[in-house]
């Protein structure tokens, strides 16, 4: 048995839900103590929160980062998954949750669940060149190297301030979608 291998584990579920008020005031506690550098007090506290709210997309989304700031990838799955299977998040929230999976899914080495999920993400979001960035290197990961340089020179085009790739960026783009042509 490969004791590195990623486990989705049950979450903790608890019928007593806290109020709004309250749990508006807990959620914010939680993220402050994670942008202030207290991740594992935050990590405890949204984990926690979490085992009230057990379908609280927000909640499930705060607790899988709280996770992965952390280097607890494999514990972040679940959450970042109840996060996304239903309402309750913001398009922004929903970005970071489909990025974070995704990039998850990638350190754990799960490359195809990597790409196709943020191949879907980046459909949804196809003005954000970081989904893209990281859709590139799962794409990598899977063997798919003419498409991930593709994609990586097509962003890079489209987005950079380098006035020499400026300068290029017709031929850099034309070249992405033809990375085989000659002359």
Same mark, same amino acid.
């Given at each position: 048995m490969n004791d590195t291998a990623p486990v989705s584990r049950p979450l903790p579920v608890s019928a007593s839900g806290p109020?709004?008020?309250e749990r508006g005031r807990l959620l914010a506690e939680?993220? %402050?103590l994670r942008a202030g550098g207290?991740?594992? #007090? $935050?990590?405890e506290r949204l984990v926690a929160l979490a085992a009230r709210l057990p379908?609280?997309?927000e909640v499930a989304?705060?607790? %899988?980062w709280a996770h992965d700031v952390l280097g607890? #990838? $494999?514990e972040a799955v679940p959450y970042y998954e109840i996060a996304l299977a239903g309402p309750g998040l913001t398009p922004d929230d929903r970005r970071g949750a489909l990025l974070g999976l995704g990039s998850t899914y990638r350190t754990l080495g799960r490359y195809e669940d990597a790409a196709a999920l943020l191949g879907r993400?980046?459909?949804e979001f196809p003005e954000d060149g970081a989904l893209r960035a990281f859709l590139a290197m799962a794409l990598y990961n899977t063997g798919r190297h003419h498409d991930s340089v593709r994609l990586l020179l097509t962003l890079l085009a489209a987005t950079s301030e380098?006035?020499?790739?400026r300068e290029y960026r017709e031929a850099i783009a034309h070249y992405a979608r033809d990375l085989d042509a000659t002359g």
């Open positions: 109020a709004p008020e939680a993220v %402050a207290s991740r594992e #007090e $935050a990590r379908g609280d997309a989304y705060q607790t %899988a607890r #990838e $494999a993400a980046a459909e380098d006035p020499s790739v």
